[in-house]
């Protein structure tokens, strides 16, 4: 019996066009989001492909490197909000009990699932970040890839910060811990995103580079570790992963989180999804910061001193 699969008919269809695949004679593998409308915003069946292929590429034994990266204007913008999956329905002000573990735990074994499969991976792997690495793809991949390489004037962070998103309770676990507790709080509490240049300061990123110049500083990288001996970076991963271990990210702790969150919502977060849903993602941050004392997480174009 095969597990039933989220989404819709068009874009169950699209996936696998909306992730790509490919693998390069050094042995560095390269998953490739293809959403360049979207700012390759994942869908349900986007992040279930992104698992499939990471348990293609560690059953390569001729792939050493995995690298993400993204088509177009940018890395990516995060989850798919006007998917009929997981959202609240709009006479909702609170979720119930049962519809909170619910939801909770179709966040955690999916939205999540992804996640964990890229932080458990036996390659090591590469964010290669340009334009946004929003929401999602700021705290499921870049803050879970073994390396970050960015462009110097990306924007990176959770920006649903404002209206505190679904990500809110989930960010909080994985951020404090890579970034550490201050930095986090930056995040979380201004809603501004960081330049590649304040993630490199931070240690975030690994390496920054001129916009045009990442895919081959990013490349050059990949092959460097892809040249290592086998058997020396099959140890060092094995011994990294097994030390991640030891964190209480797992899908039970994340779970817990994500219904202490969607039992109550507050109400901008409500207004926020219901206009996003009516004039998209950049029309709704637009007029939540029309509104008196709100943040403008798009207002600091060079955070970086």
């Known amino acids: 019996m095969k597990p039933k699969r989220w989404g819709t008919p068009e874009s169950l269809a699209a996936a696998d066009q909306q992730v790509l695949y490919d693998v390069d004679r050094a042995g560095v593998a390269y998953i490739t989001l ?131 998103g679904p990500a809110g309770a989930v960010a909080s676990v994985h951020i404090n811990r890579i970034l550490g507790m201050k930095a986090a709080r930056r995040t979380g509490f201004t809603a501004k995103p960081m330049s590649g240049t304040e993630a490199y300061d931070l240690g975030l990123v690994y390496r920054c580079a001129p916009v045009e110049e990442l895919p081959s500083v990013t490349g050059e990288i990949a092959r460097d570790i892809a040249a290592r001996p086998a058997g020396a970076l099959d140890f060092l991963v094995a011994r990294l992963r097994a030390a991640e271990g030891l964190m209480d990210t797992s899908v039970p702790a994340i779970t817990g989180l994500l219904v202490s969150h969607f039992l109550q919502a507050a109400p901008d977060e409500m207004d926020f999804w219901r206009t996003a849903r009516r004039v998209g993602v950049g029309g709704a941050l637009d007029a939540d910061k029309a509104r008196k004392g709100a943040a403008d997480p798009r207002a600091d174009r060079n955070p970086a001193s």
């Open 34 to 164: 293809n959403r360049p409308e979207k700012h390759n915003a994942l869908s349900v069946p986007m992040r279930e492909r992104v698992a499939e292929l990471v348990a293609a590429a560690d059953a390569d034994d001729d792939v050493r490197v995995l690298v993400f990266r993204g088509n177009g204007r940018s890395f990516c913008s995060g989850n798919e909000i006007n998917e009929e999956w997981g959202q609240r329905r709009p006479h909702e002000r609170r979720r119930t009990l049962d519809v909170g573990y619910r939801y909770g735990a179709d966040m955690a074994w999916g939205r999540l699932g992804f996640s964990q499969a890229i932080s458990r991976s036996d390659k090591v792997t590469i964010a290669q970040v340009h334009g946004y690495c929003a929401a999602a793809a700021y705290f499921m991949i870049a803050c879970k890839c073994d390396l970050v390489v960015a462009a110097a004037d990306a924007r990176i962070g959770a920006l649903e910060a404002r209206f505190l």
